[in-house]
């Protein structure tokens, strides 16, 4: 028999090719941050000068703290909601709305930010709502509590279900079944969920844009208003500090799931 | 009464803070930008002159309903900056779908190959870039294709170019923005349904005498069209109404709807026309969104 499967040369290519497309421009990044030398271009030697920078910049560290605050309260609110959304329509059966429920929760997953951020502010400024932080945490709120639903959603339905019937037929009330038996057994998808509303919310700068109001501006607002100047060292050291952040909060997150999910396979992070 | 349905009770009244929420900050705001883009642009601030005010009354009501505006839409119909604007995003977001799914089938198709325990390391190799940040990986590639920029640098040691080319504010940067920022989202649906292929059906047309493109072409490729629709879907929407990655990397002579959009509202202060180029925007792409909407539904609900 021919064997198709297996690796061919061409896989070998394509895949070396995606993975160096995927990470040289960002390793590329993180070593000019250390470079000594003003120029992007030269090599001027290690240096942590760019760091040093950037740490006595206040109006950039002012926006970094904002932008934290922002993503840690925003994760947190969207944890809460997107997993009672996940748990309503995988373990609800039907409901009234429940149509309009679930299109509510997908289409901001792909709608493009400049619709969201517009329409949040819109209805902020017929509110006359203060703009700042909470509008900002409300408008990352809305957006990501959807993709937190989407990751415990998808660990909700791959979930053996007898074993929450079991409970319920050794005489756990529904809600007792859940918190002792479902709940642990999602909670690797509900810290995915989380990690993957603050790095979004860290991300973001559109509906940010939109939401926030003068003088709280957040740390992507920030660096793109000093990117569209052109390029600077000291930016280049403020990115791969948020790499350095992003980089711990998945692998506090996978080691997390790692801990938790021995009794199954864990969801994938998206 | 099964125990399946007397959990299901509880469960659904999760769905009410969730559904309340969505209602108020993702429905009604809706609600707000139609308002305002039937609306007269004002200097004042806020700037639109209110079409209607809830508490007037049912006949003011009435009588606003008749003094609607479509002017704003009719400027957008009427006005070339906004016509091409809507054809380019159209284009951009085509032509660099089929650039994705030209990059990623491959790659896609490599992962599914890899053996089992490789197949995971993959995956979070591919995830990875996707969760930093958006706005670090444009910066990225600033960083490469300036003036004096690697690439440049690259080329010209090589002998390839005798002086430095010109790349960022090109379409070519653009696409390459677009590109790199999306890949996961082809990526990773593809390998999805290419995983989940029973390998003897690729094994069985290749031992009835199929050569291996014809193999791809008849078994592989049709197999894999759900891959290939939410790939295509998740990454087309988006990009167009894209904003960042063609203000930072491509030239500002000819702008996507998203860049439109977003000059209206925070250099022309003009909000009603940009409520309009939402609206607009909204629903050209209603179609792909409604799909994109079942075929999320038909993934994660299969099993119930």
Known sequence: MRKVSGLSRFNIASLAFGLAFLYLPILILVLYSFNASRLVTVWGGWSLRWYHEFFNDRAMIEAAWMSLRVAVASATIATLLGTLAAVALSRGERFRGRTLFSGMLYAPLVMPEVITGLSLLLLFV????????????IA?????????????????????????????DLGCDPVRAFVAVTLPLIAPAIVAGWMLAFTLSLDDLVIASFTTGPGSATLPIRIYSEVRLGVKPEINAICTLVIALIAVVIVIASLASKLSSSQGESAAPL | MSSRRIFARPARFAAIAPYVWMVLFFLVPFGFVLKISLSQTAIAQPPYEPVFDLTAGWDTLKAAFAALSVGNFRLLGSDDIYVFAYVRSLTVAITATALLLLIGYPIAYGMARLPKRWQAVAMVLVIVPFWTSFLIRIYAWINILQHDGLLNQILLALHLVSQPVVWLSTDTAMYIGIVYSYLPFMI??????????????????????????Q?????????????VGAGVLLCFIPIVGEF?????????NALMIGQTLWLEFFTNKDWPVASAAAIVLLVVLLVPLLLYERLQKRQLEQGR
């Open chain 1, 126 to 137: 017929a509110l006359n709502a203060e703009r700042g932080f909470w509008t900002v945490t």
């Open chain 1, 140 to 168: 990352h709120t809305t957006l990501t509590m959807c993709f937190v639903a989407v990751v415990v959603q998808s660990r909700l339905g791959s979930l053996d279900r007898s074993l929450e019937e079991a409970a319920m």
């Open chain 2, 188 to 213: 990773l649906p593809l390998y999805a349904t290419l995983a989940k292929m029973e390998p003897a059906l690729e094994e069985a047309a290749s031992d009835l005498g199929a050569p291996p493109w």
């Open chain 2, 215 to 227: 193999v791809f072409w008849l078994v592989t490729f049709p197999l894999s069209l759900p891959g």
């Open chain 2, 244 to 252: 960042v990655i063609p203000d930072l990397l491509a030239g500002s």
